[in-house]
């Protein structure tokens, strides 16, 4: 009987190992976004796993319009039978880091009081370099898509989400 004591304390030290290494250190999450063009808007999916949001860093080489729609299905019934739950919130950056608009539940397809998608629009937007931060409330997680126009390519090769 005395042989399995070592084995249960070392048992219990291990458990509560792990529980304060837990504790100590969160699971790190990452943030993923994937776009497919097409016929001139890009159709994105959002997995928003941390506060940073994900950053998409656009060049317009003149005076455009673009928008950004999101959509989500699990609140909002008209929007297909995929799960995508979340609240995004939306927020656009000039190139020198500057605020230029944000939005949380504007979208005009919203109805009723469970409906949180957003928009942003802006009509002639000047020729330089933006940055769309694509987050959800409180900087928690969410799951959502999102339809952009106006923009022709994103910096760098493919959307890149924000880095963990």
């Known amino acids: 009987m005395t ?8 048992s219990r030290l291990l458990l509560l190992s792990l529980l304060v290494l837990a504790w100590i250190a969160p699971p790190v999450y990452a943030s993923t976004v994937e776009c497919v063009e097409d016929n001139g808007v890009w159709d994105c999916s959002l997995d928003v796993d941390d506060t940073d949001g994900i950053d998409l860093v656009f060049t317009l080489d003149e005076a455009t319009t673009v928008t950004f729609t999101t959509y989500t299905s699990l609140t909002c019934d008209d929007h297909g039978t995929e799960n995508y739950a979340g609240d995004p919130y939306l927020y656009l950056y000039d190139d020198q880091n500057t605020l230029i608009a944000q939005d949380d539940d504007g979208a005009a397809h919203n109805t009723g009081i469970m ?6 629009e802006m009509v002639d937007l000047a020729a330089g ?8 409330y409180e900087d928690e997680y969410g799951v959502y898509s999102m339809d952009i126009s ?4 994103f910096d760098g090769e493919e959307p890149e989400p924000t880095p963990t």
């Open 129 to 136: 370099t933006y940055r769309l931060n694509a987050n959800v």
């Open 3 to 10: 042989s399995s004591r070592p084995f249960t304390l070392i």
């Open 150 to 153: 106006g923009v022709e390519a």
């Open 115 to 120: 409906c949180w998608d957003a928009h942003i």
